[in-house]
């Protein structure tokens, strides 16, 4: 998949947003907001950071999966206060410029996975069951936030390890898990270690092909 197009991300702070929500929410939370001034000078710093990696780090994915982004735009929202999402992809301003690169690349695996040139849950295949197909890969039914983070560990630990030359990464994020008292995410990357980062990827490369086909033959 040498020749994929890479989408371009668009990194933006939303003065809506802020202006809106975010205030709203600081009458009620009386958090230390910061300034939408401030919050535009951090999305700068973040806009050029990730500009240094865009190019190795989405090509990466798209050869690690076999997969091809659907959208040629990514729109990646900055707010004070969020929890970054995938969908529709919120950044926040906890993060470091650096650490800020991987936390984005974290939410683009799961856009990756779940809006491609073969399945787009957001679009005619918006009622597959994408979460099922990983349920018999890996099991988890009953950890659903553990259950999608296995194809994303999976391919972050390739990343860091195959492409990045930065093993460290790995602890870094399990390290930051621990912080937030994210269990389901530790147990996720439990599974990544003791399965095999590559035998998860050539499942989901297997799974994939499969229902590739299953759309065809329904269309």
């Given at each position: 998949?040498?020749?994929?197009k890479?989408?371009?991300?668009?990194?933006?702070?939303?003065?809506?947003?802020?202006?809106?929500?975010?205030?709203?929410?600081?009458?009620?939370?009386?958090?230390?907001?910061?300034?939408?001034?401030?919050?535009?000078?951090?999305?700068?710093?973040?806009?050029?950071e990730?500009?240094?990696?865009?190019?190795?780090?989405?090509?990466?994915?798209?050869?690690?999966?076999?997969?091809?982004f659907?959208?040629?735009v990514i729109?990646?929202?900055t707010?004070?206060?969020?929890?970054?999402?995938?969908?529709?992809?919120?950044?926040?301003?906890?993060?470091?410029?650096?650490?800020?690169?991987?936390?984005?690349?974290?939410?683009?695996?799961?856009?990756?996975?779940?809006?491609?040139?073969?399945?787009?849950?957001?679009?005619?295949?918006?009622?597959?069951?994408?979460?099922?197909?990983?349920s018999k890969?890996?099991?988890?039914?009953?950890?659903?936030?553990?259950?999608?983070?296995?194809?994303?560990h999976?391919?972050?630990?390739?990343?860091?390890?195959?492409?990045?030359n930065?093993?460290?990464?790995?602890?870094?994020?399990?390290?930051?898990?621990?912080?937030?008292?994210?269990?389901?995410?530790?147990k996720?990357?439990?599974?990544?270690e003791?399965?095999?980062?590559?035998?998860?990827?050539?499942?989901?490369?297997?799974?994939?092909?499969?229902?590739?086909?299953?759309?065809?033959?329904?269309?």
């Amino acid at each position: 998949m040498s020749k994929v197009k890479i989408p371009e991300v668009r990194i933006n702070f939303s003065w809506l947003f802020y202006n809106d929500i975010c205030l709203q929410l600081d009458k009620v939370q009386k958090w230390d907001l910061p300034s939408g001034d401030k919050c535009e000078e951090w999305t700068e710093a973040y806009r050029k950071e990730w500009s240094k990696h865009q190019t190795k780090i989405l090509t990466a994915l798209q050869d690690i999966t076999g997969l091809e982004f659907y959208r040629s735009v990514i729109d990646v929202t900055t707010a004070p206060g969020v929890i970054p999402k995938s969908y529709p992809l919120f950044m926040s301003f906890r993060n470091r410029p650096a650490e800020f690169v991987e936390t984005l690349t974290h939410e683009l695996i799961h856009v990756l996975l779940t809006d491609n040139k073969i399945i787009s849950i957001y679009g005619d295949n918006r009622d597959f069951k994408l979460g099922d197909e990983w349920s018999k890969l890996f099991g988890f039914d009953d950890d659903f936030n553990c259950l999608v983070h296995i194809p994303v560990h999976a391919i972050h630990k390739k990343l860091f390890v195959d492409v990045l030359n930065d093993p460290q990464g790995v602890e870094r994020d399990i390290e930051q898990m621990k912080k937030f008292g994210a269990d389901s995410y530790l147990k996720s990357w439990d599974y990544v270690e003791k399965e095999g980062y590559e035998v998860i990827i050539e499942k989901l490369r297997i799974s994939y092909a499969d229902i590739a086909k299953t759309l065809e033959n329904k269309s």
